[in-house]
């Protein structure tokens, strides 16, 4: 029994960070219209420096990595999220000065790719493709519970952080920054004339972003206690664009529909699959993308807004206007009086002179 | 109407010295000087592809000249970019209405507003008092504006559903949301129907008359007489004449200018003084 509890909780882990990871995803391609295929990478970043500054000091007969310390818990996750913003302000300036559209995301996949080489080829840096293991979990010693109960508290902090992500996107969606970030998604020059600093709200979101995705990458290596580029192909990515595209693209409630969608359902229930004939472990994995991929192309042809649509914001006093409970501002004068013919008209014009 | 010129010792509110810029081998202007004087709507008139959309571009800091300076209101703003040059207060509109489609007609006023207490991570978190305040007003503002653009049925719908006409209707109200010291207007009316139209150019030259300062480019030259003075040529690139349009329309070389080269303009018989005469009572009522 407590096998299953254990992996519904596994399953809550992995739903909350990507739900973190979705609403990340969601600020910069939903809201600001960046087109990043290298969002995986800032999640190693952040999952790599919560390591080392969780480690302590290597050594090379083991492990060989850079920026070994240890400090506390949680100061590991925010090293985490630094990591995921700095990178983000560096890559920033490659991918959002000039480059748009599917340029930007092919240059966006390249820099994955080459990064994804640079640290599996450099032992020195975070120990090449075996990676870094041997992390250990947050609070262990001190909460000091038995597995299940363990898992169900790594829940929580997950849930925590999502939670919050959640209340901050919410908040950023309905404020003027949202508005501007949905200018420059449909149309930069537009805001660009209206005095919009087009790069640097860009460059804003996506450093936020990568900051979300540091803290997820953190997350993540604290509850595996490895991380390696096995683990954070460029094509993990894409399980977080498939799901935001799935769940409804520019909606966080549909970032968090998605993260249960495509990581949690499809990916983790394919794991059910049982091995049978000639279908082996491999081939349900293989499975598995060729399944999110159907998926993708059948979202993007039949429905690309994804299961929950872009929410409309509508405002209220323009609704009690329209509904004749509130008179147009400046005209003194309520909208049915102004259709049902002159006369009302004048009457009511000549009254508030 | 603007009509009294008596104040000709006022600086220019804007000034383009030589300015050229070349598309590959297109010279879609050349060599272009012109001023444009506070509280007048000057405008700018000329044959399909001369220039003036470019020229325009060039205003607004959307392209940057091969050649030439721009000087708005004290400022050089030559290696400014459209936004620093939005900021300080000269806005355009574009010829094919740019809607912000998957937005509300409101939101998108609200970008035009211009009001950006609200638009930073920090600001949109720390300075909610203030932006919920402005955005209160500017609300009130977009509102009035938009009834007055029979648009406010619409408000909350997105842009992207409106007709054509309607999308020119949205881009002049947004313009107009960021009370600019000078608009830019690339052809405000093309394809609005006539009587609302003719609304609209009341209303223009209302804010006109509120002070209001414009560069107009518009084909409609009954139009351009009633609203615009003083009105420049361009052709080719260039700048071909300017004064009053009574003045032009005596000119042989403005006149070589229209009827040479489109037969849009040349179905409309170029305006003459006395039709001017018949405008100017209407718009002074
Ligand atoms: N982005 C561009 N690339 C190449 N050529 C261009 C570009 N923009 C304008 N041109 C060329 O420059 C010339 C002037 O174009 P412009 O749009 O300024 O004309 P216009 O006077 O506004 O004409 P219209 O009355 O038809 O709007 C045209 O020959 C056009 O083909
Ligand atoms: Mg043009």
């Known amino acids: 029994m407590s096998h299953y509890l254990y992996y519904a909780l596994t399953l809550g882990v992995y739903f909350f960070v990507y739900c973190l990871l979705g609403l990340g995803y969601n600020l910069q391609y939903g809201l600001a219209g960046i087109n990043n295929v290298a969002n995986y990478s800032f999640v190693a970043f952040g999952a790599y420096l919560a390591a080392v500054t969780t480690l302590g000091p290597s050594n090379s007969l083991v492990q060989s990595y850079i920026l070994g310390t240890s400090i506390a818990w ?32 092919i240059v966006t996949l390249v820099v994955a790719q080459v990064i994804w080489l640079l640290v599996g080829n450099n032992p020195g840096l975070f120990n090449g493709y075996n990676g870094l293991a041997g992390v250990p979990q947050p609070l262990e010693s001190v909460v000091n519970l038995a597995p299940v109960p363990y898992e169900a508290f790594f829940v929580g902090i997950t849930a925590l952080c999502a939670l919050l992500g959640f209340a901050f996107m919410r908040r950023v969606v309905r404020s003027p920054l949202g508005r501007v970030l949905r200018a420059i998604r449909e149309d930069e020059s537009v805001a660009s004339c209206f005095g919009r600093n087009v790069f640097w709200a860009q460059m804003s979101a996506f450093i936020v972003a990568g900051t979300m995705a540091g803290l997820a990458g953190g997350l993540l290596v604290e509850y595996l206690g490895a991380w390696s580029p096995s683990g954070w192909s460029p094509y993990e990515g894409f399980v977080v664009i498939a799901a935001l595209i799935i769940g409804g693209t520019a909606n966080n409630i549909g970032a968090a529909l998605g993260a249960f969608i495509v990581p949690v359902a499809i990916y983790e229930l394919t794991g059910f699959i049982p091995p049978f004939g000639p279908v082996n472990a491999q081939t349900i994995d293989a499975f598995r993308w060729i399944a999110i991929g159907i998926i993708v192309l059948l979202f993007l042809w039949f429905r690309p807004q994804g299961v929950l649509p872009e929410p409309r914001r509508r405002f209220r006093l323009v609704d009690r206007i329209l509904v004749g409970q509130e008179p147009i501002p400046g005209k003194g004068l309520f909208l049915s009086q102004k259709m049902h013919g002159s006369d009302a008209t004048s009457v009511v014009t000549d009254e508030t002179k | 109407m603007s009509s009294d010129r008596a104040d000709v010792s006022t600086a220019p509110l804007i000034q383009a010295v030589g300015l050229s810029k070349s598309f590959g081998g297109v010279r879609a202007v050349q060599n272009c000087s012109l001023e444009a004087y506070p509280g007048k709507i000057t405008g700018l008139i000329g044959p399909n592809g001369a ?10 800091g959307a392209e940057r000249p091969d050649s030439g300076k721009v000087l708005f209101d004290g400022h050089d703003v030559t290696r400014m970019h459209d936004w620093q040059r939005a900021r300080l207060g000269l806005v355009r509109t574009f010829q094919v209405s740019r809607p912000l489609g998957h937005m509300t007609l409101l939101e998108n006023m609200l970008i035009g507003a211009m009001d950006m207490s609200g638009e930073t991570f920090a600001k949109a978190f720390l300075n909610r008092k203030q932006w919920k305040e402005n955005e209160e007003r500017d609300l009130i503002r977009a509102v009035e504006l938009l009834e007055r653009f029979n648009l406010l049925r619409l408000a909350n719908d997105y842009a992207e559903i409106l ?39 009341d209303h223009v030259e209302q804010l006109n008359r509120e002070g209001q300062s414009m560069i107009l480019i518009e084909h409609e030259l009954n139009l351009v007489g009633r609203l615009c003075d003083p009105v420049i040529v361009l052709a080719n690139g260039s700048v071909l004449a300017s004064g009053s349009m009574s003045e032009l329309g005596k000119s042989a070389e403005v006149l070589d200018a229209y009827l040479g080269r489109t037969e849009r303009v040349s179905a409309t ?9 018949m405008e100017a009572p209407h718009g002074d009522a």
Not at chain 1, 85 to 103: C, D, E, N, P
Not at chain 2, 167 to 187: C, Q, T, V
């Open chain 1, 74 to 105: 949680p100061l590991p996750l925010l090293v985490g999220a630094a990591a995921g913003a700095l990178t983000s302000l560096v890559l920033g300036f490659i991918f959002l000065l000039r480059l748009r559209h599917q340029y930007q995301a």
């Open chain 2, 51 to 60: 220039g003036k959309s470019t020229l325009l571009a060039l205003l607004a």
């Open chain 2, 163 to 201: 007709s054509g006409g309607q999308m020119r209707l949205l881009e002049l109200a947004r313009a107009l949301m960021a009370s600019p010291k000078l608009l830019l207007l690339d052809e405000p009316f093309a394809g609005v129907n006539p009587s609302l139209a003719h609304e609209l150019a």
């Open chain 2, 269 to 277: 018989p170029l305006v003459t003084t006395s039709e001017l005469e």
